[in-house]
Structures are given as structure tokens and as C-alpha cells.
């Protein structure tokens, strides 16, 4: 199984992106996809991430940070997508999309996804 992730560029402070990952399966078969970053310097860290079990529900999941700004939906088969708006300087970095196939009900660490996209740059100027 392979991620794409598109949908990055450069932007403006305030403005909004929207970024997707499709997954090379017909259908998605984990347990999450969700989205991490990684800015210059810094550790990959966790942005949001969906629930995609049937007890999940479809349930989201976001860093305390991007709660209010930022939207994790997903399509009805492979697709999961980021939406930012009122995007911040400090929001520049390298968006992943990943995948968790084997730990139900574990999303938040890098160490629960199998799978990972190539990455999408996301470069908020001010």
C-alpha cells in the first residue's frame, strides 16, 4: 500500500489549504489515517488523524494546537483530507499523511502508522 499526499504550497497568514492523501488501495483497510508534520529543526509531530474502524465511527482526532483551525474528513473510500484555515508562520513544514493497520484505537504517535506518504510542503508566509 502507498499514500500520495498533494495539496501543499505557499501561502499567505490567514489563508486557508487543503490537503489530500489517497491511499493505492481501492478501499481504505486500517485502523487511521491521519496527518503529522514536520517543521525545520523539529520532530515529527502529530496533527489530526481519522478513525476509519466501523466501532470508530468516523471519529477525528486533533492536536490541541489545530483544534479550531484545522479539519480531517475523508471520502467514502481511500481519501483523507486536511483543511487549514487561518493558517500561521509557525504552521510552515513538511505535512505527512500516514497509515495504522495493525493498533486499534492508537493514533497520536509516529510508532502506530506502517505506512507513510511522501510528504506535501507547506511553506505560511507573513
Known amino acids: 500500500v502507498q499514500l500520495q499526499a498533494s495539496g501543499g504550497g505557499l501561502v499567505q497568514a490567514g489563508d486557508s489549504l487543503r490537503l489530500s492523501c489517497a491511499a493505492s488501495?481501492?478501499?481504505?483497510?486500517?485502523?487511521?489515517m491521519g496527518w503529522f508534520r514536520q517543521a525545520p529543526g523539529k520532530e515529527r509531530e502529530f496533527v489530526a488523524s481519522?478513525?476509519?474502524?466501523?466501532?470508530?465511527?468516523?471519529?477525528a482526532y486533533y492536536a490541541d494546537s489545530m483544534k479550531g483551525r484545522f479539519t480531517i474528513s475523508r471520502d467514502a473510500r481511500n481519501t483523507v483530507f486536511l483543511q487549514m484555515n487561518s493558517l500561521k508562520p509557525e504552521d510552515t513544514a513538511i505535512y505527512y499523511c500516514?497509515?495504522?493497520?495493525?493498533?486499534?484505537?492508537?493514533?497520536?504517535?509516529?510508532?502506530?502508522?506502517?505506512?507513510w506518504g511522501q510528504g506535501t510542503l507547506v511553506t505560511v508566509s507573513s
Open positions: 500516514a497509515a495504522n493497520y495493525k493498533y486499534p484505537g492508537y493514533f497520536r504517535s509516529t510508532s502506530v502508522y506502517q505506512v
Open positions: 488501495e481501492r478501499t481504505f483497510s486500517g485502523y487511521f
Open positions: 481519522l478513525d476509519w474502524s466501523r466501532s470508530g465511527g468516523g471519529s
